[in-house]
């Protein structure tokens, strides 16, 4: 496969099994897919449909079974551990429902944590995209706190610098309001808008809420780890 220039992730009839003893369970059966860069795009299927192994495939948690994954231009299947760490570091961000921050370190050195994993920043560099990074979501009063002192949706207004403080082309989010009520939900997901529209990031992330979708300009449908038609 040659990966398209235009696109910041191409799969091609991509499956991902899973072996539990002699039974192989099939989680993405054959999916082929294309995100253009700068798309706002939602992954969109009911539990168990494989919306979250198709994003850690293409974040390269995960590898496929069968298939090729190619992001950024890199055909993921051919790259070593180490050259896929470099990748998810440089080039992807993950924000996740459950949030996943340091609960003992500040809504700030959470932020900061990718920056440091980089090792190619300055200090005050470092300090100041993260200042600016939490300015930007709405939490520049908000910075010192720890993650038991923040609301839910102040959380993943966290996880989402976090994310976005490396400047990633690919930001991948897994039911990024599943834990949010329906309008700090809305909030969450008008943020990532603006970031999208302001800065050029892609956003693809899973759902399966009607009003998140709406928000999207592109949805994805996974039926049994299937794209529908």
Do not use: W
């Amino acid at each position: 496969m040659s990966p398209n220039p235009d696109a910041i992730c191409l799969l091609e009839e991509v499956v991902k099994e899973y072996h539990l003893g002699a039974i192989v369970v099939p989680a993405v059966r054959g999916v082929s897919l294309e995100i253009a860069r700068g798309e706002f795009s939602a992954i969109a299927g009911p539990s168990g449909s494989g919306k979250t192994t198709l994003l850690n495939l293409i974040g390269c948690v995960d590898t496929a079974t069968r298939g090729t994954v190619a992001v950024a231009g890199q055909v993921t299947n051919d790259l070593s551990d180490r050259e896929l760490t470099n990748l998810r570091l440089h080039t992807i961000g993950f924000i996740f429902q459950s949030f996943n921050l340091l609960s003992v370190l500040s809504a700030f050195d959470n932020v900061a944590m990718p920056l440091l994993l980089q090792d190619t920043h300055s200090a005050s560099e470092r300090d100041e995209r993260t200042a600016n990074m939490l300015s930007k979501v709405g939490l520049g009063d908000h910075m010192h706190h720890r993650p038991n002192e923040l609301s839910g949706g102040q959380r993943q207004r966290v996880a989402i610098a976090r994310a976005l403080v490396t400047r990633p082309r690919l930001v991948l989010a897994d039911e990024p309001t599943a834990n949010l009520d329906s309008e700090t939900g809305a909030a969450i997901i008008s943020v990532m808008k603006e970031i999208n529209e302001a800065d050029g990031t892609t956003f693809l992330f899973s759902t399966h809420d009607e009003s998140v979708m709406a928000q999207a300009d592109r949805v994805i449908h996974l039926v049994d780890g299937k794209v529908a038609e």
